[in-house]
């Protein structure tokens, strides 16, 4: 099988699950590791026979690749994203794209112009139960999707805060609960409903005095083709409740997943605990699929390891996309509609006004 030569830059704790999946995919050559700590390079270096590098140039110069996987924290995306795609070097980027719609412009003009795929990761869009629910709407089982309702009741505690210096800050995470929980169900909120007319949005720190973003963040969505949404995501519930995407159609039908049922697992630190599963479905004749999605849900989940699983799916997709020539499934025009929401959400926060879609791009 043809291989593509891989580069993992960014070896903290979401590194952990990208450099596994890197090092055991059959279409990659996993061949170097970059990490600002060169002991953290080094350290995967040795697991995984790489070469190590601190400096993202200095790799790019050094060895041949043909993609990177960008794990910094998100304000650190673009540079090495722009790096690679001045070397020719195609870039999947993790979630969100980048804490700002200048830099997510900077990277889909350099991919552009260098011929390279950019790709983000969004691993939800795999759940079979989401798979399930995006078939369902698009064919056309529930109608027009007019009505989207994304409620996300988690946790986060000082400690998390505290892991990593750049976590909670706007200076060096660009956000809170919206930047770095939300943006995967947003996207998928986008996914089953976009594109997006107009967004009201408010955040507020309600119970994380150490950290200045926000630990929970409301929205009120006009879709373009009329249909309507609403976003409450929370890391403000001790113990975390669930988080859902709910979806229901203009013939009073609807289909939902919960993605998570309790806190959502934090990559290199916990594992995820619980399938996600369709949680809603009451598509006509199909009321009585649910149990048997559910019981389908829960014996995939308990074969394989979750935690790893679908991020492989989604480096696999992009790696395939390469030696395919074709576009990834989650592409940086997709990872910046994300950025545009919260972009959009902040903005009419402190505005207290709707903001209307293209979205300026100053948060
Ligand atoms: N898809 C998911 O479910 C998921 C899960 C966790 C994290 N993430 C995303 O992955 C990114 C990293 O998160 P994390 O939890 O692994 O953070 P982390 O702090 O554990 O790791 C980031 C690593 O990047 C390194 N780094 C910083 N600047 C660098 C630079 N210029 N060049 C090379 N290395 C540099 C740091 O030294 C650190 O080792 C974030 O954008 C986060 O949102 C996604």
Redesign the pocket.
Known sequence: MAKVRTGL???????RIHAAALSRLPESEFVAV????LG?ADAFARQYGARAFSD?RHMLAQVPLDAVVV????P??A??ALAAAERGVHVLV???MAASLADCDAMLAATAKAGVKLGV?S?RRLYEPVVRMKAAIDAGKIGRPALGVVLMLNWRDDSYYAS?P?RGRWDTEGGGVLV?QAPHQLDLLQWFLGPIEEITGYWANLNHPSVAVDDTALALIRFADGGLGCVVASLSQKPGLFTKVHVHGATGASVGVQTESGASFV??VSEIADPPLNDLWTVPGEEHLLAAFEAEDRARFRAIDPTTHYNALKIEDFLRAILEDREPAVTGRDGRVVVEMFTAIYRSNRERRPVRFPAPGAS
Request: glycine content about 12%; charged content about 25%; proline content about 10%.
């Open positions: 830059i960014g070896c903290g704790k979401v590194g970059c990490d600002a700590n953290r993202v794990a910094t924290p998100h650190l995306h540079e090495p993790e979630k969100p990761v691993q990593d750049w770095n990559a290199g």
